[in-house]
């Protein structure tokens, strides 16, 4: 009597949601200390300080009318006016506040791109494995369909070839998300460049644009120096998805936008379709003291020096035990770390017996890897490194 | 190349909208003094100060990491505890905290019980002129078809002969808006016990409940002492609908929840349904401050007494002028005015003339009337009389 599918999403939690929910059950029987939960990607970093200090003052000097008011469906003019200087003053192009589309976070970001991209139900989005389980269910929920390609290994860039293969009349755009989650790959240069004559090559072949999506919520959030690429530096019809939620630590407030820059080929359509997807998923407009407090701080990043201090602890700590550390994470705050036996869900079954908490890479499309998040207090991983010592023993490492 | 009907959606900004741009766009050319902008409901007493109290304590003494993280999907459980409580104080019932399912506002609570109690294309919801006009661009996105059923004049309650005839196979559910925008009606309680004996008694012949969705942004916007009787008092299989945006004066920071009282049939299933819908459409959770924000304030209100003032002006201000006020709105801050010539596209566009912004009812199907939003400072209401006068002469009062 209800949507089957609504039903089913809303009865089968995800896996890291149910490992999360586990998990808190657990402390509450044993204690938190005793257990080391790396299932959920909650920033453990508090906002910068810059921003905390934004948001007192917006409280205490602004208007609150204004302040909690209903902005313009596509975000207030002076945020968008802020946000689109900020990003020409980082990355060039000729960015206006026309290009900006704010939204609810960038699972919005997401939906109303899939929504506004899709002519007709079976329309399809490529999307690379490992991959954040939720694109499927937007891409579904949009009545496409989720096209996922292998993963590249043991890299986790892009197999072109394959990507080649699954290029049909259907494809309207290619999924990337670069830092990667869970993978912790960034997209090098060389392979944007690959990426970006392949779907132009293609695009003219079928006579029309195939966009890319680029989900960068963990933009900033990179190590040893490293810079994520700019991808619209590489293919002009490239949509930005993004959220504020881990470069300011700001998750439940829910800010992002979708950016589709003039250069980009239909772009007043793309962004006139993304608008009304907005409109009729019932998404009125950004939260607006938090649309004035990104504006504010866009750019700034939390304190990332805990998550490089966490990553370079796991990567030390679990190299010593046995573990196949040859390949740290680039960026986000994930470790996709090889399981001791080609079974990724009994790996973490076995650790979950040890109340360690990792999430399967199968959950994500790749198996044979497990999740870590280690966006955690860095005592976490200091007593997790014990336990996974005696996971290790278990396999005989 | 994208999809025709969030381009459409995208492009065709509302009748309301496109009001309120243009009055900013005059309010620029003829001072802000000389336009009398009737158009858009956005509150105009800012929230109450309680609220504001209570933000500014949120922000200074709670760890800024829980506060701007993640909640779980449905809502924090400790604030839906606290508004479960207060729902049952201030109602009864047995409500508790996993009837609630927190929103991004009341446009978002829609969509998802719209989405998750569709089955199939083509199913349908029941909906009464004059009407909220995306309620249409709601249900349509679902993959429903909305059957909208001309207004019960001149008091604006619900015909019940037409309710009778309209539900068939198809009908998923009813969906009411009292206090009404724009009619400002509120449902009587003879009105809803004789749609609870209707829909239980189709419900019946149907062997499936009938859902009454009750969608309550100005519940607490009441005048002369009125009180918004409880939808689910009347009917079990109520689903209410409600946002923070008008009563706490906080509509662009999109918090309002879904509720599903366990009296009614399918609740689980129901609650899942709304649940998955949520997921599927990218709502992650509801904004986090403001969760708990509102779960403090639940039950307040701001200053209503202004709009109260607003009201009694309008209504003397216009009687006095020959315009028809004998039906002043018993909720809202909208006053559904009688036209003074049928043709109310006609008669709102020589109002705009006149720098005095009306919405024609035609955009909420009812055609004859105009809706004022009297949520605006007094002064504007006084300064308005004197055009509305000049407009009252010009069809010879």
């Not at 359509?269 to 997807?277: C, D, E, L």
Request: with cysteine.
């Amino acid at each position: 009597m209800v949507s089957k599918r609504c039903y089913d999403l809303g009865t089968a939690r995800s896996v890291i949601r149910e490992l999360f929910e586990y998990g808190n059950a657990r402390a509450r029987e044993v204690g938190p200390d005793r257990v080391f939960d790396f299932s959920i990607g909650n920033p453990s970093v508090p906002p910068p300080q810059a921003a905390l200090d934004e948001l007192a003052r917006l409280i205490r000097e602004e208007d609150p009318l204004k302040l909690h008011g209903y902005t313009s469906a596509q975000g207030d003019l002076a945020v968008r006016e802020k946000l689109s200087a900020s990003l020409r003053r980082r990355f060039g192009h000729s960015y206006g506040p026309d290009d900006l589309y704010l939204t609810v976070g960038a699972a919005a970001a997401l939906c109303c791109v899939f929504h506004g991209l899709t002519e007709a139900p079976g329309d399809e989005f490529i999307v690379f494995a490992p991959y954040f389980p939720e694109y499927k269910v937007f891409i579904e929920g949009a009545g496409a369909v989720p096209v996922i390609l292998p993963p590249h290994l043991p890299d986790f860039q892009i197999d072109l070839a394959a990507v080649e293969a699954a290029i049909g009349p259907r494809t309207k755009g290619v999924l990337i998300n670069s830092p990667n989650n869970p993978a912790g790959a960034v997209y090098t240069p060389q392979t944007l460049t690959a990426l970006s004559e392949l779907l132009t090559r293609k695009s003219r072949e079928l006579g029309r644009p195939i966009y890319l999506i680029s989900d960068e919520p963990y933009r900033e959030i990179v190590y040893d120096g490293a810079v994520t690429p700019w991808a619209p530096d590489f293919y002009p019809n490239t949509i930005v998805c993004y959220s504020y939620s881990k470069s300011l630590s700001l998750p439940g407030e829910r800010l992002g936008y979708v950016l589709v820059g003039s250069e980009a080929e239909n772009a007043p359509a793309v962004y006139a379709a993304v608008a009304g997807a907005g409109r009729t998923l019932g998404y009125v407009n950004a939260p607006s003291l938090f649309q004035r407090l990104c504006a504010a701080c866009d750019g700034l990043t939390a304190d990332l020096s805990v998550y490089a201090k966490n990553r370079r602890l796991l990567t030390d700590g679990l190299g010593q035990l046995g573990f196949d550390t040859s390949l740290p994470p680039a960026g986000t705050f994930y470790y996709f770390l090889p399981t001791l036996e080609p079974d990724d869900v009994a790996f973490c079954e076995r650790a979950k017996s040890l109340d360690l908490l990792l999430v399967p890479g199968s959950g994500f499309g790749v198996s044979g890897y497990a999740r870590l998040s280690f966006c955690v207090p860095t005592e976490r991983i200091q007593g997790a490194l014990e336990v996974f010592g005696k996971l290790a023993k278990e396999y005989g490492r």
